[in-house]
């Protein structure tokens, strides 16, 4: 196939300072999970990318000095020698591509607290950033810089930059974004300082400016600089000389940077749940970058779309195309435009479960891509599975998991047939894609069933219910049951342990109202799941003009949202939907008129009008198929997703691929990786000596 004329301008080369990249593709900084601890890891997962086609592939954060440790968040280095052999795996694996290699030079100032450095937090004025986040939050709090402190954050910039340069990255970054320290003394929030640093713009540019020429003159102009910069903040903020604060800010900084990366100021608007913001939502804080500075401009958006991007480029927003999410989901997604493939592109659901695994400190793990993180340590490559078998797999249920199976195993070789129950193939994503912004995860099952449907050797059955006699008479060599997970009615105790289930009139859970039960208003949910479901069907019964009142023995709405920046943005859904919610209260019982709670700590008794309640607690794995299958002396029987674990997509997807890429098998043993050494290893006890 060959590429259509429209995406051509997505391949011109851009001049970035003393660099060219080969393309507009830029897979702009983001966090992995992956730290120097894991070079191997790293530098496959990154070198991925640039396999794909991406013309630049970046690091996440990469601290330039003890001061900035982000622990118990997973981080790079560059403070010494090893740091720099680290470094290095992953600059050849990019350069193995022909792809530029840039590293995030990173300080975090107050928004790094130094859990494990014990170093002093570094601000301009002593205001902490995000105090009242739970992930962020610390006793301590950040101490005033002093001139030499600011002498200091230069000179290790410096030294971080002749590392980088020695480790081979091609394009060096200075990080004015995201709260952290640069970022602080641009807003005057943060900086309240009187000498040259702080008061006006001009003064609170200026570290920003020193730091841009330190980098620069410490590689001699041999690396291209980028300065990294959100303006959301900026730009909501009136200034006299400019239309905005963020005008200001870029005019003076015009022709600092060789480049620009332009974004948001928190992570729940940078990199925003599809559920509340569409692709291309930075394009109102920054579009008017390009009008300010000729030099070239990469920003983000959640960009799956080659058209989207083609237009971000005529219309003079961008000059690269910028991607963190779509490149995790896709690490191929150039390639395939480039190959005129674009309907092959695994595109990005905006789910953020990527985000929840930096929030968790683990490698990345993504819904659509279950072999990210896994391309070094599994052996796990996202296009190319090795063709190794004719046998024949029956998959019964056509959900995640079964379609994730059938696809792997397809391109593996094998004669695949699915057989789904209902009248369509998608499993869960059939219901809850259709709850209130949900729409975007069908591309779970949109992909999948569009690479299935060019296999000839893979049949899918929609309305095939199978029984034991049915798998039996079929006669595969492989059986594989991903037949999913079912909601319970239990409630649970204080603690969140599930207890018995409640048996009352008009209870429901997430399955009724899939298959279509009507619901009486005032209705109450009660969520103990603590992941979406329980709000999304709060926004859906909202939708449906009831009265309705989430309950939580949570202290905050779908608090695990935490973890996919979707928390905030729920509570605002929320208010805005009128819908009334409490915290920190289980169900006692329900009589089909009133809910009976109790205060999760004092075991104070309230109570809520309602005539219907739906529970959203736990989910019950297990398959009648299966254990009926057990005994049968099968050649090769499975049970996988769901119906094995019950959990998020993520973890369907990625149980089904390990099922199939492993079907048949002899396991193999995964590779370990292990950091570089110091110096010569020390010897317990002479380190104090
Ligand atoms: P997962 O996330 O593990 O893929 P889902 O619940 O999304 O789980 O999908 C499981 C699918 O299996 C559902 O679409 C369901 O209709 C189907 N299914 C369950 N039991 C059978 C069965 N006996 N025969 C065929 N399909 C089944
Ligand atoms: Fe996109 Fe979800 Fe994958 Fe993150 S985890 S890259 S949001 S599909």
């Not at 296009?383 to 998959?395: H, P």
């Not at 939907?577 to 009133?594: H, K, N, P, S």
Request: proline share 6%.
């Amino acid at each position: 196939m060959t590429r259509s004329p429209r995406f051509d301008v997505l391949f011109d080369p851009v001049r970035i300072g003393p660099k060219t990249a080969k393309n507009r593709f830029f897979q702009v900084p983001h966090a992995s999970g992956m730290t120097n601890a894991n070079p191997y890891v790293r530098a496959a997962f990154r070198g991925m990318k640039a396999e794909g086609g991406w013309g630049v592939v970046s690091t996440g954060a990469c601290s330039v000095h003890p001061s900035s440790d982000d622990t118990p968040f997973p981080f790079a280095t560059l403070w010494d020698e090893a740091d720099l052999r680290a470094h290095r795996v992953m600059t050849d694996a990019v350069h193995d591509h022909g792809a530029l290699a840039a590293v995030e030079l990173w300080h975090g100032g107050a928004a790094a607290v130094n859990r494990t450095s014990r170093y002093a937090p570094l601000s301009p004025s002593g205001v902490p950033w995000m105090a009242t986040h739970v992930g962020f939050m610390s006793s301590a709090r950040p101490k005033v810089m002093d001139a030499g402190d600011i002498r200091d954050l230069i000179r290790w910039h410096t030294e971080a930059a002749v590392r980088a340069e020695r480790a081979g990255f091609d394009i060096l970054y200075v990080y004015a974004g995201m709260g952290y320290l640069p970022y602080q003394f641009l807003l005057s929030d943060y900086n309240h300082r009187t000498d040259a640093y702080g008061g006006s713009v001009r003064n609170r540019v200026r570290l920003t400016e020193e730091l841009i020429d330190a980098v620069r003159e410490a590689t001699g102009g041999r690396c291209a600089v980028a300065l990294r910069i959100s303006l959301q903040e900026l730009r909501a903020r009136a200034s006299e000389t400019a239309p905005s604060e963020a005008h200001e800010v870029i005019t003076l900084l015009a022709d600092a940077p060789d480049l620009f990366d332009v974004k948001m100021d928190y992570s729940a608007t940078d990199c925003a749940p599809s559920r509340f913001a569409p692709e291309g939502s930075h394009e109102p804080v920054v579009d008017f970058v390009k009008t300010l500075t000729d030099k070239p401009v990469v920003g983000v958006g959640r960009f799956t779309s080659p058209d989207t991007m083609a237009s971000m480029i005529r219309r003079g927003v961008l000059d690269l195309i910028g991607g963190a999410r779509p490149s995790i989901a896709d690490p191929f997604l150039p390639n395939k435009i480039a190959e005129g493939r674009e309907d092959d592109i695994r595109e990005c659901i905006g789910c953020n479960m990527c985000i929840a695994s930096w929030h968790d400190g683990v490698w990345v793990r993504c819904t659509q891509n279950p072999t990210a993180g896994e391309e070094w340590r599994r052996g796990w490559h996202p296009e190319i599975v090795r063709k190794d078998s004719e046998g024949s797999v029956l998959i019964v249920g056509g959900g995640p998991a079964g379609l994730e199976a059938a696809l792997t195993l397809g391109r593996r070789g094998f004669d695949v047939t699915v057989a789904e129950a209902q009248r369509e193939l998608g499993g869960r994503l059939l219901w809850e894609t259709r709850l209130p912004g949900l729409r975007q995860w069908f591309r779970v099952a949109d992909y999948r069933l569009g690479q299935l449907r060019k296999m000839p050797h893979v049949s899918l059955h929609a309305e095939s219910p199978m029984e034991a006699s049915d798998v039996r008479d079929f006669g595969a060599d492989h059986v594989i049951v991903a037949t999913g997970a079912r909601w319970t009615r239990n409630l649970c105790g204080a603690n969140e342990i599930p207890s018995g289930p409640l048996d009352a009139p008009r209870v429901y859970t997430p399955d009724d109202i899939a298959a279509g039960v009507a619901i009486e208003g005032p209705v109450a949910v009660f969520d103990f799941d603590n992941y979406y479901m329980g709000s999304a069907i709060a926004e859906h019964l909202a939708a449906l003009g009831l009265a309705t009142t989430y309950i939580t023995s949570a202290g905050s709405a779908q608090s695990w949202g935490v973890m996919t920046n979707e928390q905030p943005l729920v509570h605002k859904s929320f208010l805005k939907a009128g819908i009334a919610y409490r915290t920190l209260e289980i169900v006692e019982g329900f009589d089909g008129e009133t809910v009976r709670l109790s205060q999760v700590f004092t075991g104070e008794a309230r109570s809520v009008a309602a005539r219907a309640l739906v529970i959203v607690g736990q989910r019950a794995g297990g398959s009648a198929l299966y254990d009926a299958l057990a005994g049968e002396g099968l050649p090769s029987l499975s049970l996988t997703g769901d119906a094995n674990a019950p959990g998020a997509i993520a973890h369907a997807v990625y149980q089904a691929h390990r099922t199939a890429r492993e079907l048949g098998t002899v396991a193999q043993d995964v590779r370990r990786d292990a950091p570089f050494a110091m110096r010569n290893l020390l010897r317990y006890g002479e380190a104090a000596q």
